[in-house]
Every structure is written in structure tokens, then in C-alpha cells.
């Protein structure tokens, strides 16, 4: 399952079902709590919600799941990975990096 809108290049499956696409304000309708579903990917940040809105939406709900958060890039994973832990403990919570940083003109390439 998704929330929001589609997450471009973020995901990919070999099997022939589609992601079930949510709003987030969708999040605590009954229909959502019939779906059960046992992965959830959101933005880091979207328009008009955040991860955090999401974990503490879904803590509410009963979710027991997977949450990953998808982001091109963040500097300090782990930061957003104890916010979350704190506010929703028990909460299988984790963030899906995309791209890594490129080089930095001013520090050189860091494979180099």
C-alpha cells in the first residue's frame, strides 16, 4: 500500500498486483482498517502531510506493519528513525534512501 500519490522509480515488484494507492486523510477510514495491509510506503514529505503524520495516524489505527519512508536523499536517517521510534514505539519504522548523494564540488568525489 501507498500513501499519497505515487512514488516514482521508489518501488518495484515482480509480481502482477498493482500497489493499492490511499490518501492520507484516508488513513482512518474503515476501509483502510479492512485492507490490513502488512507494508505501507509514504513520502518522507508530501503536500499537506508528513512520515510523522503517517506514524501517528496509523498508531491510532491499531497498525502493527511495516512503514517505510521514501526519500531521495537524507542526510541523517537515523535522526527521523528515533523521532519515529519515540512517538510510535512498537512501530516497524524504516526509510528507504533512493539516491545517494552525488559528488561535492567542494570535497571531491566520496568513492574517490
Given at each position: 500500500?501507498i500513501?499519497?500519490?505515487?512514488?516514482?522509480?521508489a518501488?518495484r515488484?515482480d509480481?502482477?498486483?498493482?500497489?493499492?494507492f490511499?490518501?492520507?486523510?484516508?488513513?482512518?477510514?474503515e476501509?483502510?482498517?479492512a485492507?490490513?495491509?502488512?507494508?505501507?510506503?509514504?513520502?518522507?514529505m508530501?503536500e499537506g502531510?508528513d512520515?510523522?503524520?503517517?506514524a501517528?495516524?496509523?498508531r491510532?489505527?491499531?497498525y502493527?506493519g511495516?512503514l517505510?519512508?521514501?526519500?531521495?536523499?537524507?542526510?541523517?536517517?537515523?535522526?527521523?528513525r528515533r523521532?519515529?521510534?519515540?512517538?510510535?514505539?512498537?512501530?516497524?519504522?524504516?526509510?528507504?534512501?533512493t539516491d545517494?548523494?552525488?559528488?561535492n564540488?567542494?570535497?571531491?568525489?566520496p568513492?574517490?
Open positions: 500500500m500513501i499519497g500519490d505515487a512514488l516514482p522509480g518501488w515488484h509480481d502482477a498486483r498493482d500497489p493499492v490511499v490518501a492520507f486523510d484516508q488513513i482512518r477510514s476501509s483502510f482498517t485492507l490490513r495491509p502488512d507494508l505501507i510506503l509514504t513520502p518522507l508530501d502531510f512520515c510523522f503524520d503517517v501517528i495516524a496509523l491510532e489505527t491499531g502493527r511495516r517505510r519512508a521514501v526519500v531521495r536523499f537524507l542526510p541523517d536517517p537515523a535522526l527521523v523521532e519515529i521510534a519515540a512517538i510510535c514505539p512498537g512501530l516497524d519504522f524504516d526509510i528507504i534512501v545517494r548523494p552525488g559528488p564540488p567542494v570535497q571531491g568525489d568513492d574517490q
